[in-house]
């Protein structure tokens, strides 16, 4: 049962670079999501994917992109790395109805030099 | 990760004594609360959630309080183990869509 699952773990960049995170859930949920985490701030909210063929912004957009493949594959990508976008970026799904409770997948520490 | 801890509140209980973590809402109309716990380099794992209507709610060893009063949770964890060690942090749920997380607090368990 793997749950949901992040591809890479680890990634490092140069500014300007850009490249593609990789989510896949196997729990049949229709909704993920994508958040970043930051050291003192709590986790904050990229996009969103209410369900299949769907995708709304979240608190901090901007610099992102992301594509619903399918109802089980949900992707982030950056087109232009910038060191403010140094973090640690968690994918995650949710059961319908929603009740705030997330499951997340293990994470991609991202460095952008 | 590391960078995760850095900047976090930090509680350091010894093994098999309670530990109690704190945490301050901002919403007073949010819907529902959940605690979760992350390990070092995993993600966030569901622990414990309590509806607005409740006070207080028990798992397997933890406890969750809730204030409305003064819009404050806390989580308990009886006879705290080695393995309780993580980040716990809170959210907060308004309108069943709104999710906002808090900060955290670093749990370290002294063998």
């Known amino acids: 049962n793997a749950g949901v699952t992040q591809t890479p773990k680890f990634q490092v960049l140069k500014t300007g670079q850009s490249m593609t995170l990789q989510c896949a859930q196997d729990?049949?949920?229709?909704?993920m999501y994508w958040y970043r985490q930051d050291p003192g701030m709590g986790l904050r909210l990229i996009y969103y994917?209410?369900?299949?063929?769907?995708?709304d912004k979240g608190e901090v957009p901007n610099g992102y992109n992301v594509s619903r493949l399918n109802k089980r594959e949900f992707s982030l990508r950056l087109e232009s790395a910038a060191p403010s976008q140094t973090s640690v970026y968690f994918c995650a799904s949710s059961e319908q109805p929603f009740t705030g409770k997330l499951f997340f997948g293990s994470g991609t520490q991202l460095s952008v030099l | 990760g590391e960078s995760v801890g850095l900047h976090l509140p930090t509680l350091s209980v010894q093994e098999g004594d309670n530990s109690i973590i704190n945490c301050a809402y901002s919403?007073?109309?949010?819907?529902?609360f959940i605690w979760y716990k992350q390990e070092s380099g995993k993600g966030p794992q569901f622990i414990i959630d309590i509806r607005s209507n409740m006070d207080k709610r028990q798992g397997q060893r933890v406890t969750v309080l809730l204030n409305k009063t003064v819009k404050h949770l806390s989580l308990q964890i009886a006879a705290t183990q080695p393995g309780d060690s993580a980040v716990y942090f809170c959210?907060?749920?308004?309108?069943?869509?709104?999710?906002?997380f808090g900060i955290g607090t670093k749990l370290q368990v002294i063998p």
């Open positions: 959210a907060e749920i308004y309108s069943y869509q709104k999710v906002t």
């Open positions: 994917s209410a369900s299949e063929g769907t995708t």
């Open positions: 919403n007073s109309a949010s819907d529902y």
């Open positions: 729990m049949n949920h229709n909704s």
